[in-house]
T-cell receptor, first 117, second 112 residues
Framework: DTAVSQTPKYLVTQMGNDKSIKCEQN?????MYWYKQDSKKFLKIMFS???????INETVPNRFSPKSPDKAHLNLHINSLELGDSAVYFC????????????????FGPGTRLTVT | SQKIEQNSEALNIQEGKTATLTCNYT??????LQWYRQDPGRGPVFLLL?????KEKRKERLKVTFDTTLKQSLFHITASQPADSATYLC???????????FGSGTRLQVQP
């Protein structure tokens, strides 16, 4: 009955490879996110989807491409992996409130530790 | 540019005492502020939310204050326990923007 799940938990790969991380939430939320947590522990937003529509796209290299087949799933595909991509990637979801009232309390997955060698 | 600062050094306190963690921000006008707990190897877990028009919020042993003039939030854990040991993250949000801006967190260690 995991609320937000991610696979895989660990991903070790070489530079130049392409990899995907999958995320699923069973909370019925309509908004999902990808965050990146670097070695200094800062969590930074990368993307956000609302009902399968991209609503936030921060300054992220276009090697990163999110895909949301339905509102319960948000996957992250990374092309041509670089050393600097090594980090922990967290998927999260929240329920949108009425416009102007939402507080977007976020539910996070367990994270995917990506190591690029 | 926007900046959120939390004590980068770990906070060590004795069991039973009150832990107070600080979150300061600049160049930001948040509509609300949230606090999360993160344990090693796990995702953050939501604890409390406080809105810009609220001064204080409580939940069991937790208390959050929000001073938009000082641009600061304080997070208190009363009667702290070793199980409270974790990293605590503050996060700011704006009305209509669904993603949060996080601080780097403060690690709390409660000694038995």
């Amino acid at each position: 009955d995991t609320a937000v799940s991610q696979t895989p938990k660990y991903l070790v790969t070489q530079m130049g490879n392409d990899k995907s991380i999958k995320c699923e939430q069973n909370l019925g939320h309509d908004t999902m996110y990808w965050y990146k947590q670097d070695s200094k522990k800062f969590l930074k937003i990368m993307f956000s989807y609302n009902n399968k529509e991209l609503i936030i796209n921060e300054t992220v290299p276009n090697r990163f491409s999110p895909k949301s087949p339905d509102k319960a799933h948000l996957n992250l595909h990374i092309n041509s992996l670089e050393l600097g991509d090594s980090a922990v990637y967290f998927c999260a979801s929240s329920q949108a409130g009425l416009a102007g009232t939402g507080s977007y309390e976020q539910y996070f997955g367990p994270g995917t530790r990506l190591t690029v060698t | 540019s926007q900046k959120i600062e939390q004590n980068s050094e770990a906070l060590n306190i004795q069991e039973g005492k009150t832990a107070t963690l600080t979150c300061n921000y600049t160049n930001y006008s948040p509509a609300y502020l949230q606090w999360y707990r993160q344990d090693p190897g796990r995702g953050p877990v939501f604890l409390l939310l406080i809105r810009e028009n609220e001064k204080e919020k409580r939940k069991e042993r937790l208390k959050v204050t929000f001073d938009t003039t000082l641009k600061q939030s304080l997070f208190h854990i009363t009667a702290s326990q070793p199980a409270d040991s974790a990293t605590y993250l503050c996060a700011l949000g704006r009305t209509g923007r669904r993603a949060l801006t996080f601080g780097s967190g403060t690690r709390l260690q409660v000694q038995p």
